[in-house]
């Protein structure tokens, strides 16, 4: 009888250690032992990626290097109410100009001055487009620039990714509003169809 258990404990063992030495092989039903997020690290993107992370930081050091690099002013944050009747918005010696009938509707519009490194504004809410061709005039007073360079206003991403250049704007400051704008030599106007973050490029 305890030779009978002796076997059967002895086939149990075996089979065991059978089990156990296949797992590690590279069979169909060997399982690899790296977690999953590691394995995918090394992969192409995933689907839905956008690499704004930082991951992608060639691309993003070459368009970053567009932005003029600028000594940090105090932060500001204006909200104003704007319709179909047009408006000017101002924060920290920026302007933003809707035009009468960009708009169908009162909006509440936000528009941000950071205190950061590069002339960045941020106008909410976000998305909002306009019917007519509104236009931002950017300052950039305390910030250098490389001489013969134009600058102009750069769509950007959080990260502060160059997504595209907004047309240079031709705007009459023929309104009174407007007058305290000619005080600042170094501007420069886009033309703007919708709601994003923008930053003075060069």
Not at 91 to 104: D, E, F, I, T, Y
Not at 135 to 161: E, Q, S, W
Not at 190 to 198: A, K, T
Request: net charge neutral.
């Amino acid at each position: 009888m305890s030779l009978r258990r002796l076997v059967i404990s002895l086939g149990l063992l075996l089979g065991a250690t059978a089990v156990a030495t296949s797992c590690g092989d590279p069979s169909p039903v060997g399982v690899d032992a790296r977690a999953p997020g590691l394995v995918a690290s090394k992969a192409s993107p995933q689907p839905g990626h956008d690499g704004d992370d930082g991951g992608d930081t060639d691309d993003g050091d070459e368009r970053g290097d567009s932005l003029l690099s600028c000594r940090p002013l105090r932060y500001d944050s204006v909200a104003q109410t704007i319709g179909p009747k047009g408006g000017v918005l101002e924060v920290r010696h920026n302007w933003l100009l809707v035009p009468q009938g960009a708009l169908k509707d009162n909006v509440s519009i936000t528009a941000v001055a950071p205190s950061d490194t590069v002339a960045l504004i941020r106008l909410q809410p976000e998305g909002l487009r306009f019917q007519k061709t509104a236009f931002l005039v950017a300052t950039y007073d305390n910030c250098r620039i490389r001489k013969g360079v134009t600058p102009r206003i750069a769509h950007v991403t959080d990260a502060l990714a160059v997504i595209e250049y907004l047309p240079s704007g031709d705007y009459s400051f023929g309104d009174p509003r407007l007058k305290k704008v000619h005080n600042w030599r170094r501007r420069v106007v886009g033309e703007l169809q919708h709601f994003s973050n923008y930053a003075v490029a060069w």
